[in-house]
């Protein structure tokens, strides 16, 4: 799936921080390959700044990063968890879409 630096800054900060050992495991694959290498670093010139990241927006952003469906199943859950305790924010608006309702809200 291809992904920003803005959904991947997202799905870091969404993804839980517990779970059993299988769930760990997959987290932990999941979390190195939304995570930025050192040229991925260099190339968006990240700036964090209190509780906001920045980074030049101006160069290219998509990720190619293959999902499984266990970690798939794990940023559903975030992702409604969010939804069901009211907590969704527009910055999960787009991301909630691609996974939790990917057909869309009338199907």
């Known amino acids: 799936m291809l992904l920003t630096v803005r959904e991947r800054l997202i799905l870091l900060s969404v993804l839980p ?3 059993d050992f299988l769930t760990l495991k997959v987290l932990r694959e999941l979390r ?3 995570s930025f290498t050192e040229k991925e ?3 968006y010139k990240f700036v964090q700044s209190e ?3 920045t ?3 101006k160069m290219e952003q998509g990720k190619e990063i293959e999902i499984g469906k266990k970690a798939n199943d794990i ?4 992702l409604t968890k969010l939804n069901e305790q009211k907590k969704l924010r527009m910055e999960h608006f787009d991301l909630y ?3 939790v309702n990917p057909e869309g809200p009338d199907a």
């Open 17 to 19: 921080q517990e779970g």
């Open 32 to 34: 190195e390959d939304l």
């Open 41 to 43: 670093h260099a190339k």
């Open 51 to 53: 509780n906001q990241v």
């Open 55 to 57: 980074w030049d927006d």
């Open 75 to 78: 940023i559903v859950l975030a």
């Open 97 to 99: 879409e691609r996974f």
